[in-house]
């Protein structure tokens, strides 16, 4: 029989070979027989090689550069090939004298060992820790086998990254969260164990995940022996996120930017760069590479959210071959990652590691159930990393019931493509149900209603006492239902356009839009469909708002972190003025999605009715059930946040230890695996197991009477009740000026200024009276903060009220102070200031004074210059100076942050920013 035959007249084994050759082909291998071979070729697979006496005749002998390196076992299709393995073996170890002299060899054996059925490829690479066969798409290229001899030559020892990772240095830990180390390390000690080739990490939305990610890349490209890593999101628009994250990560070892070590790049049209050690894609760009089609690096809904309806097939690529990376992370490892696109994951000989807030049973079989690290979004609220929730609910009843449009009624048809508009009349009743509710049919009356309620119970039950409406996002069905809701929306609230805006992809430039919803005070309203609902940081969002309905648990979970984010108070009050500090998000449900038995939507706070005093009682008495002890975690959770610094030392060291290890405690006791465990250790009384895992719980609140007091009174100075119902009588208004205590408050008020002149900053600085170094904002705060404490008691309206009653005619009366206006208190009492006038006024003066000398000397500005000078002189007012940090917050990012500084002002940027800090403050 000869080897060019008809496949029907070939045994089974010979067909296998035929299979066999075509894939080494594939793979770049010349496939020749022994008499003609050509070893000058880079890589060639020579057939039927007589080994040494008693070793038989292998199959196939791979040769690179000249040098025996491999074998490969062919046996029929259908063959298990672990049961051949000791075949493959044989050959390793037996070649025949004349080979041996130009073999490369490793403990007296070939170090590439395969077994093939022209289906299936399994290989054992002598260079591993230790040699285990595993499966692989196909044959390596002859380049990848070169490349690891290379290596071995470098370290015999480590040649592979299976062997390299077993030696990693220790973690860096400075900036990393506790939940964050906990992952690396688990993807580390798993990638090190090679008990698995999936690694599952359970890390709750907002806690971090990419920049988790990005520190064991680094880790594993500097350290590990990783060439290159795949990087899959879920959407296009978030691999930009991504590439930024890499960008902007700060090397532990030097400082410097991974960038500038090691090329990240998004998978694009131009392929997979040789220069790539990251690579950036989602698995539908990857796919579409795969099959040789072009991959545009522009948002491509239709692209990225594409799901096939049955499982793809994957085909060999030679531009990227399976061992183009040695690890693929799926961040949100959602179903149809181990679903229809699973052999896009297999088609790579590359360990994979999932990210995902909430795996379901299927995301645990893929990965094989090892979860190397678990973080909930539980413990992540009693960690102040997210913020916890409640849930509103609007019902009305054509959402719930649908509803049924009479025939020969007029109604208007809108094209979904063009939006061009007509009027038909119908022929037969239309009657709908909820679901197709803003696809087939759009109810105005119900989203009207929906917004309508949304706006009539914002301040008064959603944001009670509050003004300003909180950053809002509105999830819809489509892009058609977001324009009606936007159009809504701004006439529900009386509203310009400015006041909400549709971010879809086939909004008007969606990125700038959704730059200035996290950033503008005056955009308040997103609406949206996909495009924010994963991956995205919008830190200041208040409410998330779902008109549309979600199935997935884990997408779901994605929305729902949109609002999750803490922020600080400084920068929470920039874009929202009437907030205080974000202890909550509120989700808003006009669907019934948090309904839904697969979705969890119970916050950590069960019980609202009970106050934090009477909780606090519980715990003494150990009378807390479960769902109390979850509202006391996330009450205690609020508070931690509302402190200061000094108040959090403080019930620190009253607590012997850390509230919020008392708070992880108690969200502990809570957790279902932690009772599944206890109930494990317990099964006659599972009640039992769970309240000893409570009460173990409250035990440190339980001990220290003066912890649960500390912490009530904390609370009622944080704490306001607003009386909106007891109607007040004016009885008297008259002024009354009690010198006695003004001079008192002054003469005490002097003496705090001398006796701690050396002992805090701001005081130091304003008593040398620097020209080279002003008071900063945040030295300003530490001495408002130090003078409020007892016995003191002091503010800067207080002081400042105290030389009004003495000081008549030198000092400017105002009617509300800031921290800054201590500038101007401490100047006159130390006799550098004449009088006493509030500091942003005074500021104020010196910036008209400074702006008639630039005038004088010839200078003269545009309005946008004025516009960039004003605003300055505005941060000076308000924080005693301004920082090029300053630059890229709001107001200055609306016009370009530092970048536009430098558009308007030129060179003289710096020189006038100078200037002006130290001609306003002096």
Request: aromatic share 8%.
């Amino acid at each position: 029989m000869t080897r060019n035959g008809e496949n029907g007249q070939l045994t089974a084994e010979q067909r296998a070979r035929v299979l066999i050759d075509r894939q080494l082909s594939a793979a770049g291998w010349a496939v020749q027989d022994k008499g003609r071979a050509n070893l000058t070729l880079p890589g060639v697979a020579v057939r039927e090689v007589v080994m040494a006496s008693g070793h038989g005749r292998a199959d196939y002998l791979l040769y690179v550069d000249r040098r025996a390196v491999g074998v490969i076992e062919a046996k029929p299709e259908g063959t298990t090939l672990s049961g051949v393995e000791w075949q493959s073996a044989r050959y390793a170890n037996g070649l025949a004298p004349d080979v041996r002299l130009k073999a490369l060899t490793l403990d007296d054996r070939l170090p590439f060992v395969f077994e093939a059925s022209g289906s299936e490829v399994h290989v054992t690479n002598g260079y591993d820790p230790v040699p285990r066969a595993r499966r692989i798409f196909t044959f390596p290229r002859p380049e990848t086998l070169a490349r690891t001899m290379r290596d071995a030559e470098t370290d015999p020892a480590a040649a592979t990254w299976r062997a390299k990772v077993r030696s990693m240095p220790e973690l860096h830990k400075e900036g990393l969260r506790p939940a964050q180390i906990s992952a690396i390390e688990g993807i580390e000690r798993s990638l090190a164990q090679q008990r698995y080739s999936r690694s599952l990490v359970q890390m709750a939305t907002g806690a971090g995940k990419t920049y988790t990610a990005v520190t064991t890349c680094y880790r594993l490209l500097k350290h590990g022996g990783f060439r290159r890593i795949l990087f899959l999101v879920d959407r296009n628009n978030l691999g930009t996120q991504t590439l930024a994250e890499f960008q902007n990560y700060a090397t532990p070892d030097d400082g410097r930017r991974l960038t500038e070590i090691y090329n990240v790049n998004a998978l694009t049209s131009a392929g997979m760069l040789d220069s790539s050690s990251v690579v950036i894609s989602t698995i539908q760009r990857v796919y579409a590479a795969l099959q040789g089609r072009t991959v545009e690096d522009v948002d491509d809904p239709g692209m990225d959210n594409y799901v096939p309806d049955a499982p793809v097939d994957v085909s060999y690529n030679p531009q990227m071959p399976p061992e183009s990376f040695d690890l693929v992370i799926v961040d949100e490892a959602h179903r149809s990652i181990y679903g229809v696109w699973r052999g896009v994951l297999d088609y790579f000989d590359a360990h994979v590691v999932g990210l995902t807030a909430t795996p379901v049973k299927q995301t645990f079989g893929f990965f094989q159930q090892n979860l190397v690290s678990e973080y909930t979004y539980a413990e992540s609220v009693a960690d102040n990393v997210n913020v916890d929730f409640d849930v509103y609910r609007i019902r009305t009843q054509i959402s719930g019931a649908g509803s049924t449009i009479e025939a020969g009624t007029v109604v208007p048809k809108v094209d979904r493509r063009t939006r061009v508009q007509r009027y038909e009349s119908l022929d037969e009743d239309v009657v709908y149900t909820p679901g197709q509710l803003d696809r087939a049919i759009t109810a105005k009356s119900q989203i009207r209603l929906v917004l309508d309620t949304f706006r009539d119970r914002l301040f008064t039950e959603i944001f009670p006492g509050r003004s300003t409406v909180p950053k809002t996002l509105i999830f819809c069905k489509d892009d058609n239902h977001a324009e009606e809701v936007v159009t809504t929306i701004r006439e529900v609230f009386g509203a310009g356009n400015e006041f909400a805006a549709k971010i879809t992809y086939n909004a008007k430039d969606p990125k700038a839009a959704l730059k200035a919803f996290r950033t503008s005070p005056t955009m308040r309203v997103a609406v949206t469909v996909d495009m924010i609902a994963t991956g995205t940081d919008v830190r200041p969002l208040e409410c998330v708002f779902f008109m549309r309905d979600v199935r997935s648990a884990s997408y779901f979970e994605q929305m729902k972190g949109r609002g999750s984010r803490t922020i600080s108070p400084t920068d929470f009050q920039l874009v929202t003025p009437d907030a205080t500090t974000k202890d909550r998000f509120v989700l808003v449900d006009a669907v019934g999605v948090t309904e839904h038995p697969h979705v969890d939507a119970t916050p950590l706070e069960r019980k609202k009715s009970i106050s934090l005093d009477r909780l606090l009682d519980k715990a003494g008495m150990f009378t807390l059930d479960e769902d109390e002890t979850a509202s006391l975690a996330s009450r205690l959770a609020k508070l931690e946040l509302d402190l200061s610094p000094a108040e959090r030392a403080e019930l620190d060291e009253v607590a012997g230890g850390s509230l919020r290890a008392i708070v992880q405690g108690l969200v502990r006791a809570v957790d279902a695996d932690e009772q599944a465990r206890a109930i494990a250790a317990k099964p006659e009384d599972p009640a039992a197991a769970v309240q000893e895992l409570v009460d173990a719980a409250v035990t440190p609140l339980a001990a220290r009477p003066e912890l649960r007091e500390r912490i009530k009174e904390l609370r009622k100075q944080h704490d306001q009740v607003i009386d909106e119902v007891s109607v007040d009588v004016l009885l008297d208004a008259s002024g009354v000026v009690d010198t006695d205590k003004a001079r008192s408050v002054v003469t005490s008020w002097r003496q705090y200024l001398e006796d701690n002149r050396s002992e805090i900053s701001a005081l130091e600085l304003l008593y040398s009276q620097s020209q080279a170094q002003s008071v900063t904002f945040a030295e300003l705060r530490e001495l408002a903060e130090r003078i409020k404490r007892p016995p003191h008691n002091w503010t800067p309206d207080l002081i400042w009220r105290a030389y009004e009653a003495l000081e008549v005619g030198k000092v400017r009366h105002t009617d509300r102070h800031t921290v800054t206006d201590l500038v101007s208190l401490v100047r006159f009492t130390l006799g550098a200031d004449d009088r006493l006038e509030p500091f942003a006024e005074k500021v104020g003066e010196r910036y008209r004074g400074w702006l008639a000398q630039q005038e004088q000397a010839g200078a003269s500005f545009t309005e946008r210059q004025r516009w960039w000078l004003d605003r300055m002189a505005d941060v000076i007012a308000a924080s005693a100076g301004i920082t090029e940090d300053d630059l890229d917050n709001v107001p200055f990012t609306e016009h370009g942050g530092v970048d536009g500084l430098l558009r308007d002002l030129g060179d003289k940027a710096a020189v006038y920013l100078a200037d002006l800090n130290r001609e306003l403050t002096a």
